[in-house]
C-alpha cells in the first residue's frame, strides 16, 4: 500500500501535514477527511528525494540525511517477533510497523514490504529486495523460520543477535568519542598557535637581531608554521586524494587481500581483529544452523559477512570439505588462522552432534574477551592522545620560550 504525504486544514483551522497509508490519492483523501483532516495536497511518497520535473521540481534534502541504522533494524525485528509471537498476521503485523515508526525511508521500505505480502510473497522474497537494510543473513534467517513454521522464534533470535551487534558497535563509539574530542581539540590549538601568535612572535624575535641567533627548536617551529600558513590547503587535498587512492587499491583483488592478511598480523590490533572475526564467524553460524539454515548455504552467508577475504578463503576451502562429506575442523585447523582451542571446540560439537551449542559458547568465550580487549585498548588511547597534544603543545612554547628567556637576560 502506497504512503501518501499530505498538507491541509485540521477542523479548527490550523495547519495540519503528515503521512498516511492508502490503495490511492483518492482513498488518502477520503480517510483524511473522516479523520477531521481537510488535505489541499496529497503527494505519493516513493522513497526518492525528488520529486516533480523540471522547475517545479522538489527536493527534500532530508531522504539525503537520513539513515536506517543497525538499531533501527534491530528494534524493528523486535517488535515483528513479539506480533508474530502474538498469532498477528503477517502482512498486519508489518502494517502496524508502518504506523508507528517515524522515518520516512524505513517507512516506505515497510509499506514496499507490506505490499508484497498482500500480493503473496514470502516475508524473506519482500525483505530481499532491499538489501541495503536487510542483508543476507537477515533474509536467509527469515527465510529458514519461514520453512520450518518458527518464523517468531528465529525473529527473536535475530533481535537478540543485532543487539548484540549494536551493543559492540555502541561501546566501540563511545569509548572512542573523549580521544577522538581531545585530538580535534589539540589540533584546533595548535593551528590557532601557528596561525595568530607564530607571525607576531616571529616579528618580535626579528626586530632584535632575526632569526639566524635563535634556537634549532625555534627554527623548526617556525618552518611548519610557514608550511601550515603557506601550504595548510594542501592537508585536505593529500588527505582526500591518499584515501582515494588507498580505496582504489583496496578494491583490486591484491590490495584487499594484503591488507586484511596485515589486519590480521598487526602488533597491538591484529589480535584483537581476529578474535572479533572469529566471534562473528562462530557467532552467525551458530545461529544460522539453529534457525535451520543448511550448513552450506550459512558457510556462504558467513564468509559474505566476515569482512576479511583471508578467512572467507578459508570459509570457501571448509565449503568444499563439507560438500565431499568431511569434517569443517580440518580445512580450519590446516589454514593457520583459528586458535587450538576453536577447533577442538568444534571437533567436539561435531562428533556430539551439537556444534550449534560448541559454536555459541566459543562465541560466548570470544565476545567477552573482545569487550575487555576494546575496553582496555581505549582506556589506553586516551591518555596516549593527550600526551601527544600535550607534547605537542609543549614543543611549542619550549620553542617559543626559550629565545625569550635570552633575550630578557640580554636585555
Not at 520516512?104 to 538489501?131: C, F, I, M, R, Y
Not at 590490533?269 to 545461529?287: D, E, P, Q, Y
Request: glycine share 10%; aromatic share 8%; net charge neutral.
Amino acid at each position: 500500500m502506497p504512503v501518501f504525504v499530505y498538507k491541509g486544514f485540521d477542523k479548527a483551522g490550523g495547519p495540519a501535514s503528515g503521512e498516511i497509508d492508502a490503495d490511492n490519492a483518492k482513498a488518502a483523501r477520503a480517510r483524511l477527511r473522516r479523520q477531521g483532516v481537510f488535505p489541499t495536497e496529497v503527494k505519493e511518497q516513493s522513497g526518492k528525494a525528488t520529486s516533480g520535473t523540471g522547475l517545479n521540481m522538489e527536493i527534500d534534502f532530508s531522504q539525503y540525511l537520513e539513515r536506517i541504522s543497525n538499531k533501527d533494524v534491530a528494534y524493528l525485528t523486535a517488535q515483528l517477533s513479539v506480533l508474530v509471537n502474538a498469532s498477528v498476521p503477517l502482512a498486519e503485523a508489518v502494517a502496524a510497523l508502518v504506523e508507528q515508526t517515524e522515518k520516512k525511508k524505513l517507512k516506505v521500505v515497510l509499506t514496499q514490504v507490506k505490499e508484497d505480502l498482500n500480493g503473496g510473497s514470502t516475508l524473506a522474497d519482500a525483505l530481499s529486495k532491499h538489501p541495503k537494510v536487510f542483508d543476507d543473513l537477515y533474509v536467509s534467517m527469515v527465510r529458514a523460520g519461514e520453512r520450518s513454521g518458527a518464523l517468531g522464534e528465529v525473529l527473536a533470535k535475530l533481535s537478540a543477535f543485532a543487539d548484540e551487534s549494536v551493543k559492540i558497535q555502541g561501546q566501540v563509539v563511545s569509548a572512542l568519542a573523549y580521544p577522538v574530542l581531545m585530538a580535534i581539540v589539540g589540533i584546533l590549538l595548535l593551528v590557532a598557535i601557528f596561525v595568530g601568535v607564530l607571525p607576531q612572535m616571529r616579528t618580535m624575535f626579528a626586530s632584535f637581531g632575526g632569526e639566524e641567533n635563535l634556537p634549532t627548536i625555534t627554527r623548526v617551529v617556525f618552518f611548519v608554521g610557514d608550511l601550515m600558513v603557506s601550504w595548510g590547503w594542501l592537508i585536505p587535498v593529500l588527505a582526500i586524494a591518499i584515501g582515494y587512492g588507498f580505496k582504489r587499491w583496496l578494491a583490486t583483488t591484491e590490495g584487499r587481500h594484503r591488507f586484511d592478511t596485515f589486519m590480521l598480523k598487526a602488533p597491538v590490533l591484529g589480535k584483537m581483529n581476529r578474535m572479533i572475526a572469529i566471534s562473528r564467524f562462530c557467532r552467525t553460524l551458530g545461529v544460522l544452523l539453529i534457525s535451520g539454515v543448511p550448513i552450506i548455504s550459512a558457510l556462504n552467508i558467513v564468509r559474505d559477512v566476515l569482512g576479511n577475504v583471508v578467512l572467507g578463503d578459508v570459509i570457501t576451502e571448509a565449503t568444499a570439505y563439507i560438500s565431499e562429506g568431511q569434517s569443517i575442523a580440518t580445512p580450519l585447523k590446516k589454514s593457520g588462522q583459528f586458535p587450538p582451542m576453536v577447533i577442538h571446540m568444534i571437533k567436539v560439537g561435531e562428533r556430539t552432534g551439537e556444534l550449534e551449542t560448541m559454536l555459541n559458547l566459543i562465541a560466548d568465550a570470544y565476545e567477552s574477551e573482545v569487550e575487555d580487549s576494546i575496553g582496555a585498548f581505549t582506556s589506553l588511547l586516551g591518555p596516549l592522545t593527550i600526551m601527544v597534544m600535550g607534547g605537542s603543545v609543549f614543543v611549542v612554547a619550549l620553542a617559543l620560550l626559550t629565545p625569550m628567556q635570552s633575550l630578557a637576560g640580554s636585555l
